[in-house]
T-cell receptor, first 110, second 114 residues
Framework: GQNIDQPTEMTATEGAIVQINCTYQ??????LFWYQQHAGEAPTFLSY????GLEEKGRFSSFLSRSKGYSYLLLKELQMKDSASYLC???????????FGAGTTVTVRA | EAQVTQNPRYLITVTGKKLTVTCSQN?????MSWYRQDPGLGLRQIYY???????DKGDVPEGYKVSRKEKRNFPLILESPSPNQTSLYFC?????????????FGPGTRLTVT
């Protein structure tokens, strides 16, 4: 089995930065994925880390430390449209399963 | 347009009445998967398929069946639905290899079992 933990909710102001942490315990680790899910919609892929370090993609960055079982998603220059749930997921190579955390709901306030 | 489609989008049914939720993708992906999403529990994997005629249980397979007779289709079958299967269901697909976790999701099927 595995545990994937992330905070339930976060609130931030438009234009600010928010960091969503994710910790995991798993065997056969083969990638840490972040998804965005707006209310009533399907999840959409945001970023992927398999090696330690920072991956930057426009206003979104994701970091991974495999030795610590830790990742974060950094959202910069927050916009109202960034209000959504952010899902941390771990893919395992030993059984090809993708397991998700419960998600972090981010609310952006004007 | 590359997409994953699911039908129906909404379904209300009664306990014990067999139902099938269809899933189809047009991206020639080998890997397909079914998830259910419940408040506070997040997305949980029901079944997945690495390729045609190859299916495996996910974390919550009880009460569900799947089949993969063609690459593009991966139907989810509830032989005897029960109220605890009321949920939001997503189908997803991806390419094989190291980015298998980068999945494309269908629009979801909201199922209510009374």
């Amino acid at each position: 089995g595995q545990n994937i933990d992330q905070p339930t909710e976060m609130t931030a102001t438009e234009g600010a930065i928010v960091q969503i942490n994710c910790t995991y315990q798993t065997s056969g680790f083969n990638g840490l994925f972040w998804y965005q899910q707006h209310a009533g919609e399907a999840p959409t892929f945001l970023s992927y880390n398999v090696l330690d370090g920072l991956e930057e993609k426009g206003r979104f960055s994701s970091f991974l430390s495999r030795s610590k079982g830790y990742s974060y998603l950094l959202l910069k220059e927050l916009q109202m449209k960034d209000s959504a749930s952010y899902l941390c997921a771990v893919f395992r190579s030993n059984d090809y399963k993708l397991s998700f955390g419960a998600g972090t709901t981010v609310t952006v306030r004007a | 347009e590359a997409q994953v489609t699911q039908n129906p989008r909404y379904l209300i049914t009664v306990t014990g009445k067999k139902l099938t939720v269809t899933c189809s993708q047009n991206m020639n992906h080998e890997y397909m998967s079914w998830y259910r999403q419940d408040p506070g529990l997040g997305l949980r994997q029901i079944y997945y398929s690495m390729n045609v005629e190859v299916t495996d249980k996910g974390d919550v397979p009880e009460g569900y069946k799947v089949s993969r007779k063609e690459k593009r289709n991966f139907p989810l079958i509830l032989e005897s639905p029960s109220p605890n299967q009321t949920s939001l269901y997503f189908c997803a697909s991806s390419r094989p290899g190291s980015t298998q976790g980068e999945q494309y999701f269908g629009p979801g099927t909201r199922l209510t079992v009374t």
